[in-house]
């Protein structure tokens, strides 16, 4: 099974950060396939000017100035099946 990890927290010695190791390293150790994608690892900038927002509707000029980050928000089959509060939550 696959599992996708969106990740963000600029502090690497956060209780966050300490999670999300964690989490990882229980998954994998149970065999997960894992796509971990660290938004500020990969320099995502959540920040879209008033230009780009009214050209977000056209193609032509929209896709000039696109930044997809590498291993990160690529298209993907995602399967989850995480929920939280029933026993299925506990394999993790």
Known sequence: MRVFILYANPVATSFGAALHKQVVATLQSRGYEI???DLYLELFDPIMSTEERIA???TATSRTGLYMPIGCLRPRRLS???RF???DSRRF
């Open 35 to 37: 796509d971990d994608c």
């Open 56 to 58: 977000y509707h056209d």
């Open 80 to 82: 989850l099946s995480v």
């Open 85 to 87: 509060g029933t026993k």
